[in-house]
């Protein structure tokens, strides 16, 4: 391991290597990919809001258990969607704050379906644009002193929500352990995610076709007593189609029967409370916001600009689209470094 990455993984209070809040090189963040898979657990903090991450700045260390919001995603690019996934509440049943303690915004390596494709942003391009939707994050928290202040961005060499907790879990306990040597607080993982990989987290195709793997493996996932204790907090696809329930719908009835039968089996079966998974409203003018959508719109705009541009402004996903797609800094970025044309 290099000695940069060493003194990563080895932040603690009595030196630090360099402050984690100021934005990493490109050869940096390229350095910590090549060494993700050498060091154990494959989890790699690329940069923080500040050195403490994930202990507030505004309170002191306590073992008071820390709840920490996970969105993991491709982030090809961060869009407004992930913004306000990202910017979500503990939900009510939460048994205090709604209020994240800190804030997590995840990249992985080693996706159990998405490839890097020709025209999409490399690996250290959406690191560094995840960079800068923390930044967007931060500039939108009016305080400056919620969880949009204590918030970081990782890489992470595991393909499966299941796995990732795991990995996060001994990950972050290293990690409390290096910031001081009496600090052993629970850490509560919450997973923010959209409602197709809610479908994908229950597919049986990733566990070998086995509802009894499956089932095993989720109970590692979710369970208090002798799992990791992580929750999911699902975005519903239209907030206005499903008020009153406990597991999101999609499109078609067939669909909603399926997964929501497929759930209740194995929340009743394990014993587990149906507040594991949760519901969340992200408003409607982002709820249906991709990253496909993004850069199709950039795609077009780049050819619109090569056709004629006098033609009085572009069609649907043109410029006056995507650029309201994503966060300001993100915009930014995307214009600068000239990506998805």
Same mark, same amino acid.
């Given at each position: ?25 490109? #050869? ?10 050498? %060091? ?11 050195? *403490? ?13 820390? @709840? ?27 048994? #205090?704050? !709604? ?5 997590? *915004? ?10 890097? &494709? ?26 400056? @002193?919620? $969880? @949009? ?5 990782? /890489? ?7 796995? &990732? #907790?795991?990995?996060?879990? /001994?990950?972050? &306990?290293?990690? *409390?352990?290096?910031? #001081?040597?009496?600090?052993?607080? =629970? %850490? !509560? ?9 809610? =479908? ?11 509802? !009894? ?40 009835? $067939? ?7 497929t759930i209740s089996n ?11 998974? $949760?519901?969340?409203?992200?408003? =409607? ?14 795609g077009k705009e780049s ?32 214009? =600068? ?5």
């Open positions: 391991m290099s000695a940069g990455l060493h003194s990563f993984r080895l932040l603690s209070l009595k030196g630090l290597a360099f402050r984690m809040s100021s934005t990493p090189s490109s #050869s940096f963040i390229s350095s910590s990919l090549q060494h993700l898979g050498s %060091v154990d657990p494959p989890v790699e903090i690329i940069w923080t809001s500040h050195p *403490l991450w994930p202990v507030p700045s505004s309170r002191a260390l306590s073992q008071r258990k820390l @709840n920490i919001s996970v969105l993991d995603s491709s982030f090809n690019p961060p869009t407004v969607a992930h913004c306000a996934l990202a910017n979500t509440r503990r939900p009510r049943h939460a048994d #205090s704050s !709604d209020e994240y303690d800190g804030k997590l *915004l995840l990249l992985s390596v080693r996706n159990a379906d998405k490839q890097l &494709k020709p025209g999409d942003a490399t690996y250290t391009q959406r690191i560094e644009m995840m960079i800068q939707l923390a930044e967007d994050l931060r500039d939108a928290d009016s305080h400056g @002193n919620g $969880s @949009n202040d204590n918030i970081a961005v990782a /890489i992470i060499d595991e393909p499966t929500f299941v796995g &990732k #907790s795991r990995l996060l879990q /001994i990950f972050l &306990k290293e990690r *409390l352990r290096s910031i #001081s040597s009496s600090l052993t607080p =629970e %850490v !509560d993982l919450t997973f923010i995610l959209g409602f197709d990989t809610l =479908e994908r987290l229950f597919a049986l195709k990733y566990y070998d076709a086995s509802e !009894d793997k499956m089932f095993k493996a989720l109970r590692g996932f979710f369970s208090q007593s002798d799992g990791d204790g992580s929750c999911v907090a699902c975005a519903r696809r239209n907030t206005s189609s499903y008020p009153h329930t406990s597991i999101p719908s999609p499109n078609s009835a $067939s669909e909603t029967n399926s997964l929501s039968q194995f929340l009743a079966s394990s014993a587990l409370p149906s507040s594991c998974i $949760s519901i969340i409203d992200i408003g =409607e003018d982002v709820w249906s916001v991709s990253s496909s959508d993004v850069r199709e719109g950039v050819g619109a600009t090569e056709k004629s541009s006098g033609e009085g402004g572009f069609s649907k996903g043109g410029r006056r689209q995507w650029r309201e797609m994503v966060p300001e800094h993100v915009r930014r970025y995307i214009i =600068e470094h000239d990506l998805y044309k």
